[in-house]
C-alpha cells in the first residue's frame, strides 16, 4: 500500500510516461476516405504487404487528407530496405546516395518509398557546431522512424489495407486543433535542422492554425541557424512556403520571428515601405488565389514579382547616372539576382526567365510593329504581359495600355493583325514624334521618372 502511494508520488512528480505504443485509429476517428487515396501509392503498400513487409503512406499527404486537403503528392515508408523494394516493382529506381530511397514510378505519378530510419541521435550522425546534422544514413523502427519526423502531424502513418492510422505521438489530435507542435525537444530539433523553423511557420499558416508555444519560444533566438543552411536547400523549402496559398501570412510570420532576414533580406527591407509592401502583397494575392484554384504557379514569376521593386529603383539609379536605359536595365538585374543568390540560390533556369520578364517590360512602352511581332513569339510573352498586368494594378504604368497587350496574348492571328494594324495606325504620328525626341534626347543622361514608369 505504501509502496503503491509512494509509487504513484513520485510518478506523478516526475512525470515518468508509462510506455505505451501508438494510438490505432479506425476509419470513423480518422475521416480519410479511401477513394481520395492514390490508386498507385495503395498499390504499392499492397504489393509490399503481400511480401510479408510493412508499409504505409505517411507524411503530408496523411496529414491533408484527414484535413481535407487535397495532398500534393504521395509518400510510402516501409521497413523494406531499398534492394528489397525495387525488384518488387516494374519500373523502380534507387535514388539519393545519402539516404537512399525508391521511386516507384506509375505514369506521371511518382511514389517516392523510403525505408523506416534511425532518429538523429540513435546513429553515427555528424553534425557541424551548431549542432546541424550533416549526416543520418541509419535504418530503423517504424516507432524511430515517426521520432525523427518533423512534428506530430507529420508522423502519421496510413495503412490502406486496413484504413487505419497509426499515431505515435497525438498528431490527430494536433491536427483536429490546428496546433504545429514539434516532436522531441524543439531547440535541439531546430539546430539539427533550422529549416524546420520555416516550416513550422508554413504549416501554421496553411491549417490556419498556429505553432505550439514551446516549439515557437525558441526560434527567435535560433533564426541567424538558418543563415548555415545550403542556399539551394533553402530555396525549396522558400519556394513551398511562397506556394502554399497563404505566402502573405507567412512572409509577415518569417517577419516578425526574424528569420525573413537571413532568407529575402531584399525583400524584408522592402516591406518597410508601403509601395514595396503593397507590390508584394499584390502579387502573392495572385499567387495565393491561383493556388487555391488548383493553377499552377511559376516560380520564375514569383521571384520575379518579389525582386522587382528593387530592380525598378536601382535601374532609375543607374539610369540617372547616364547609363542608356536597357543597359541600365541589364545591370540592375544583375546587381539584384547577385545579392538574393548570396542566401537563397534562385536556379539559373528561372533567373534566366526572371530576366525575360523583366527585360520585356521597356519593350511594351515603346514598340513598333515589326518588333511586337517578335514579341509575340518570345517564350516568355504570356508570363511578361502577366507582370505587365500586375504593375498596371500597382498603379505603376497605364491599364488600358496592359490590357491592350493582355487582348493581344489571347487573341487568335487574325485578330492580332488587325489590333497591331489599328495600332499602327494610331501610333504613326506619334510614334515618329517620340523617336524624334529619343534621338535628341540620347546625349544627355536619362531622365529618371520617365525611366521609373516603363
Ligand atoms: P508538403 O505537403 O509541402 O509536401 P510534407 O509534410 O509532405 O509537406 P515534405 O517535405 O514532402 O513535406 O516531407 C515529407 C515528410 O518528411 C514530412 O511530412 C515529415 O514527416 C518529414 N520531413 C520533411 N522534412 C523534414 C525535416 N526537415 N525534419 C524532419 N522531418 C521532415
Ligand atoms: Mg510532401
Known sequence: MLKETIKNF?????????????????????????????????????????????????GGAVRDLIIGLEPKDFDVATNATPEQIRPLFRRARIIGRRFQLVHVVFGQEIIETSTFRAPADEGDQVTDEHGRILRDNLFGTHEQDAARRDFT???????????????????????????????GDPETRYREDPVRMLRAVRFACKLNGNVDPATLAPIRKLAPLIKNVPASRLFDEMLKLLTCGHAMKCLQQLRELGLLQGLLPVIDDLLDHPDGEHFIALALERTDSRVRTGKSVSPSFLFAALLWQLVNKRWVDITAQGEHPIQALVIAADNVIDQQTRTLAIQRRFQADMREIWFMQPRFERASPRAIWRMLEHQRFRAAVDFLQLRAEAREVDSVQAQWWMD???????????????????????????????????????????????
Do not use: W
Open 10 to 58: 513520485v510518478g506523478r512528480f516526475f512525470a515518468i510516461p508509462a510506455p505505451r505504443g501508438p494510438e490505432r485509429l479506425a476509419r470513423d476517428k480518422h475521416g480519410i476516405d479511401r477513394r481520395n487515396v492514390s490508386r498507385h501509392a495503395i498499390k504499392v503498400c499492397e504489393v509490399l504487404h503481400q511480401k510479408g513487409y510493412k508499409a504505409y503512406i505517411v
Open 153 to 183: 502531424l507529420n508522423a502519421l502513418y496510413y495503412d490502406p489495407i486496413k484504413e487505419e492510422v497509426i499515431d505515435f505521438h497525438r498528431g490527430v489530435a494536433d491536427l483536429k486543433n490546428r496546433v504545429v507542435r514539434m516532436i
Open 408 to 454: 493581344l496574348a489571347n487573341a487568335d492571328s487574325n485578330t492580332r493583325i488587325q489590333m497591331i494594324d489599328e495600332y499602327q495606325r494610331e501610333n504613326t504620328g506619334s510614334s515618329a514624334a517620340k523617336s524624334k525626341k529619343r534621338r535628341r534626347r540620347r546625349r544627355k543622361p536619362a531622365d529618371s521618372s520617365d525611366v521609373a514608369a516603363g
